[in-house]
């Protein structure tokens, strides 16, 4: 299961417990000659959402935006999808795969097609929440899950 604790660094104003946010890459390319590469970005993976578990006391500045970073704990985060209800064993570990879903405007289109997570992806199903309903009839449900390595 992906929930080791990864040391990074993230903006002072979003160093708290609990925040999440999408990690999408390096951004400037002067971060790579930056002493703080590894700890900064180097360690995680473009594309996965992040949850802080932990703050630390020290900061660092950042030369490319200049600003102040916290050293934190983070961990990829549990999340919230919509899966077939047929696949919905607490406990079990899916392969996921998006729902084919062209309806942005439907209340569920974020569960059904969430950020962080590629089809494909292997998943242990942590908590069932129960039957979502879906304007074209599927039978699915909402459920968290953690990404497994």
Do not use: W
């Given at each position: 299961?992906?929930?080791?604790?990864?040391?990074?660094?993230?903006?002072?104003?979003?160093?708290?417990?609990?925040?999440?946010?999408?990690?999408?890459?390096?951004?400037?390319?002067?971060?790579?000659?930056?002493?703080?590469?590894?700890?900064?970005?180097?360690?995680?993976?473009?594309?996965?959402?992040?949850?802080?578990?932990?703050?630390?006391?020290?900061?660092?500045?950042?030369?490319?935006?200049?600003?102040?970073?916290?050293?934190?704990?983070?961990?990829?985060?549990?999340?919230?999808?919509?899966?077939?209800?047929?696949?919905a064993?607490?406990?079990?570990?899916?392969?996921?795969?998006?729902?084919?879903?062209?309806?942005?405007?439907c209340?569920?289109?974020?569960?059904?097609?969430?950020?962080?997570?590629?089809?494909?992806?292997?998943?242990?199903?942590?908590?069932?929440?129960?039957?979502?309903?879906?304007p074209?009839?599927?039978?699915?449900?909402?459920?968290?899950?953690?990404?497994?390595?």
């Amino acid at each position: 299961m992906i929930q080791g604790k990864i040391i990074t660094l993230i903006s002072v104003e979003n160093a708290r417990k609990g925040y999440k946010f999408l990690f999408e890459g390096q951004v400037y390319e002067q971060c790579k000659l930056c002493p703080l590469y590894n700890v900064c970005i180097g360690n995680l993976k473009k594309g996965r959402v992040y949850e802080v578990i932990n703050v630390r006391k020290k900061k660092h500045k950042c030369k490319a935006l200049n600003i102040d970073l916290a050293v934190v704990e983070v961990r990829e985060a549990p999340l919230e999808v919509a899966i077939r209800t047929s696949y919905a064993i607490e406990g079990a570990i899916i392969t996921f795969h998006p729902i084919n879903c062209s309806k942005l405007s439907c209340i569920n289109y974020e569960l059904c097609s969430p950020v962080g997570l590629k089809s494909g992806d292997k998943c242990k199903i942590v908590k069932i929440y129960g039957k979502i309903n879906c304007p074209r009839n599927l039978s699915l449900s909402k459920v968290l899950i953690n990404r497994c390595s």
